[in-house]
């Protein structure tokens, strides 16, 4: 409808198309996808319009088109599907009806803004998600899997079980696509929260959530490397104190905290209480003497894990280290 009242399109059929493709994008891509969309489409009559008007029409002239047209959006964004295509497709329409319909080119770039735009609107005000349900959906598999495991490892430590320990690592190691959709997650979040005025009102808690999750990849990584050190430790029969045991107990409840605080809004001193707990247990079981290579191992890896919790919630790196230490010697 605006393409055909406000622009005089006799038959819009590119508008619509290029609506579609900016609604359905994935989240936190819409407003790239729509850029990219122009872009491909002006690429494309650029290439088009001064290659034809040098060599003029025909077979030839279109696969040469078409080619240069593929080329340059290969060479200006080779990783962007969307912009190659449509500079193709504009070539290709371009090359075919221009002797036909000279003003085809331009009505084609008109109809892409128009569609780009309204689709923005859409997801932007008519229709958009919810934010924070669309974090917490992505990070429930990360906070079920790292804390399951935690609860994995803690077990072959009582138990002195290598093998269970072995399990949990290679889980732990199968996260990296659980936190590939997290950053997507993320993006999709930033975007809905500039682009729709009905979800302005969720900036904080989406900035909130940003910086826990700058820490997240390394506390997925620390706690892979916990798992390592329990089961290299495990395997070659080093003494596990009980603390060292219920600190990983208490990791595990410490991350389902965070989930906690994420979803429900700011509650960092139950996030630091429980950090702190687990820095205090492994700092008893540091004491407790007799601790082999990689039970050493696992306390340092603890210690550290405690204080990135205590830094997504805000804490400045100083403060973090701080509180570990002084828990850790209590």
């Known amino acids: 409808m605006v393409a055909h009242r406000l622009f005089g399109v006799a038959m819009p059929v590119f508008a619509p198309t290029a609506a579609v493709g900016t609604i359905v994008a994935a989240l936190g891509q819409r407003a790239r996808r729509t850029a990219e969309l122009l872009a491909g489409v002006a690429g494309g009559i650029l ?40 500079a193709a497709s504009s070539a290709v329409l371009i090359a075919t009806l221009w002797p036909a319909l000279p003003a085809a080119q331009w009505r084609r770039l008109e109809e892409a803004v128009v569609g780009g735009v309204v689709g923005l609107v859409v997801v932007g005000l008519l ?5 924070m349900r669309v974090l917490d959906r992505a990070a ?7 804390s399951v495991e935690l609860e994995n490892v ?10 269970l320990a072995i399990v949990a690592l290679e889980r732990l190691r199968g996260i990296g696509p659980h936190l590939v959709r997290m950053h997507e997650a993320m993006n999709g979040a930033e975007e809905v929260v500039t682009l729709a005025p009905a979800r302005w009102k969720r ?20 706690c892979r490397e916990l798992a390592r ?16 045991q219920h600190a990983v107990a208490g990791l595990a409840a410490a991350v389902r905290t965070a989930r906690r605080a994420g979803r429900h809004g700011e509650q960092y001193d139950r996030i630091r209480e429980a950090a702190c707990e687990v820095a205090r ?4 079981a540091d004491r407790t003497g007799g601790l082999g290579q990689f039970g050493e191992g696992m306390v340092t890896q603890l210690v550290t894990i405690a204080s990135d919790l205590i830094r997504g919630t805000g804490c400045d790196p100083a403060t973090a280290n701080r509180m570990v230490r002084e828990a850790a010697a209590t």
């Not at 429930?140 to 790292?146: E, G, L, S």
């Not at 803690?154 to 093998?163: H, N, Q």
């Not at 247990?281 to 008893?284: D, I, N, V, Y």
Request: charged content about 20%; cysteine-free.
């Open 154 to 163: 803690a077990r072959a430590l009582a138990a002195r079980d290598a093998d």
């Open 127 to 131: 229709l958009p998600v919810n934010p």
């Open 47 to 86: 290439v088009s319009d001064a290659l034809l008007w040098l060599i003029g029409f025909g077979p030839w002239q279109t696969g040469l088109v078409v080619m240069l047209a593929v080329g340059l959006g290969l060479l200006v964004m080779g990783d962007s599907g969307a912009l190659v295509a449509q």
């Open 140 to 146: 429930a598999p990360i906070v079920d899997t790292v």
């Open 203 to 222: 900036r904080r808690d989406v900035e909130r959530y940003r910086r826990a999750l700058d820490h997240a990849d390394s506390v997925v990584l620390e």
């Open 281 to 284: 247990l492994a700092g008893r």
């Open 229 to 244: 050190w329990a089961a290299n430790g495990l395997q070659r029969g080093e003494p596990v104190p009980e603390p060292l």
